[in-house]
């Protein structure tokens, strides 16, 4: 264990070096005071905590904000012995960390460190841990990103998530989520692969979560106990075909809604319709659902709507005031409702 901590520091540190232009402008404030504390880089603050108590817990609680985390894992062959090996990556602005398991080597885990800085010119350090490699992964990612004061613009993975890889009270400070299509390496099958986006999602505050997109192209995905987690975002991307049905639907509160096929029926898209028509929504709201089934009739999605004008075969357009309109069309492929600027 001392080992291990030993090493998370060194790393830490290294990663450090590597932040964004944003978290970097920290340093422009060299006051002590906890107000000022708050403008300083983690760098600067960790040299703080060899002051004083006081300072060690400014330094520690000051917020730390990524533009971009990535969480992604995928198969690597390690030169010069072309040893196949399960990698995850854990990208933190500039820098990253990879963790490398070996198929062979049973609980032989390699971890590697560099910043963008460094990207093609010096080779970087390569150090090995007995333990078991996704339990590295999880120690590692709790203790930078799963902590109260790091905030993220968007958290990326494609990790193949199981029922017990964190804690329920464990929470991602993240503004956007983007999941991807699951990596499942060759002879192993993922718990549970169509859960992984409703399992990232329950790991996401829902204070800062605003947004999430969904990039899946082999499994269908199941996101029917998620509804108190998608309510309140801004915009939901699903581009796979899900259980999403009526009842979430209705209770989203998202202006920018795409989904492919899913459990919708006509008078959950009627509902957003009425929805949207008497709670004039701003211009640029959109929502799109692909169908790959039979098609909706454009009197049934508009159905108890007032101030309807058809303009052109499965066309509307409804007036919400008087500068903006709602305009709703069908066809072969998706159902449309856009909010449109009048001209």
């Given at each position: 264990?001392?080992?291990?901590k030993c090493?998370?520091?060194?790393l830490?540190?290294?990663?450090l070096?590597?932040?964004s232009p944003?978290?970097q ?8 005071s906890p107000?000022k504390?708050?403008?300083r ?9 060899l002051?004083?108590?006081k300072l060690?817990?400014l ?12 969480f992604?894992?995928?198969t ?9 090996m ?6 933190l602005?500039?820098s990253?960390?990879?963790?490398m ?10 971890i ?12 970087p ?7 078991d ?8 990612l709790r203790?930078?990103?799963?902590r109260?004061?790091v ?11 199981n029922?017990?890889f964190?804690?329920?009270?464990e929470k991602?400070?993240?503004?956007n989520?983007?999941?991807?299509k699951?990596?499942q390496p060759?002879?192993?099958e ?9 399992m ?8 800062f979560l605003?947004?999430?997109?969904v990039?899946?192209?082999?499994k269908?995905?199941?996101l029917?106990?998620?509804?108190n ?15 999403i ?7 989203l509160k998202a202006?920018d809604?795409?989904?492919e096929?899913?459990?919708i ?6 509902h957003?319709?009425?929805k ?8 640029g709201?959109?929502f799109?659902y692909?169908?790959d089934?039979?098609?909706y ?12 004008t058809s ?8 007036r ?6 709602l ?8 159902v449309?409702i856009?909010?449109?600027k009048?001209?």
């Amino acid at each position: 264990m001392g080992q291990m901590k030993c090493i998370f520091t060194v790393l830490f540190i290294f990663i450090l070096k590597g932040l964004s232009p944003a978290t970097q402008a920290f340093t422009q404030n060299v006051n002590k005071s906890p107000e000022k504390q708050k403008m300083r880089d983690i760098v600067s603050r960790r040299n703080l905590k060899l002051c004083s108590k006081k300072l060690f817990t400014l330094s520690t609680e000051a917020p730390v904000d990524f533009a971009i985390v990535k969480f992604n894992e995928s198969t690597n062959l390690l030169e010069p012995d072309d040893l196949e090996m399960d990698e995850v990556r854990l990208h933190l602005d500039g820098s990253e960390l990879s963790f490398m398991g070996s198929r062979v080597q049973k609980n032989v885990t390699l971890i590697r460190c560099r910043s963008e800085r460094e990207f093609g010119r010096n080779e970087p350090q390569v150090i090995t841990e007995n333990s078991d490699s996704r339990s590295i992964e999880k120690q590692y990612l709790r203790n930078i990103v799963f902590r109260k004061n790091v905030i993220c613009d968007r958290f990326e993975t494609n990790y193949r998530y199981n029922d017990n890889f964190l804690e329920e009270s464990e929470k991602v400070n993240a503004r956007n989520l983007y999941v991807h299509k699951p990596f499942q390496p060759e002879g192993i099958e993922p718990s549970e692969p169509s859960k992984t986006v409703a399992m990232w999602l329950k790991h996401m505050n829902p204070r800062f979560l605003r947004s999430v997109t969904v990039y899946m192209d082999d499994k269908n995905i199941t996101l029917a106990d998620t509804e108190n987690e998608l309510k309140c975002l801004d915009t939901l991307h699903v581009l796979r075909r899900s259980d999403i049905d009526d009842n979430i639907l209705m209770n989203l509160k998202a202006l920018d809604i795409e989904l492919e096929p899913a459990n919708i029926t006509v008078n959950g898209i009627n509902h957003i319709v009425q929805k949207w028509a008497t709670e004039e929504v701003p211009i640029g709201s959109r929502f799109v659902y692909y169908i790959d089934g039979p098609g909706y009739e454009i009197t049934d999605i508009v159905k108890n709507v007032s101030g309807v004008t058809s303009v052109g075969q499965n066309r509307v357009i409804i007036r919400i005031l008087p500068d903006r309109f709602l305009k709703v069309w069908v066809d072969d492929f998706s159902v449309n409702i856009e909010c449109f600027k009048k001209k």
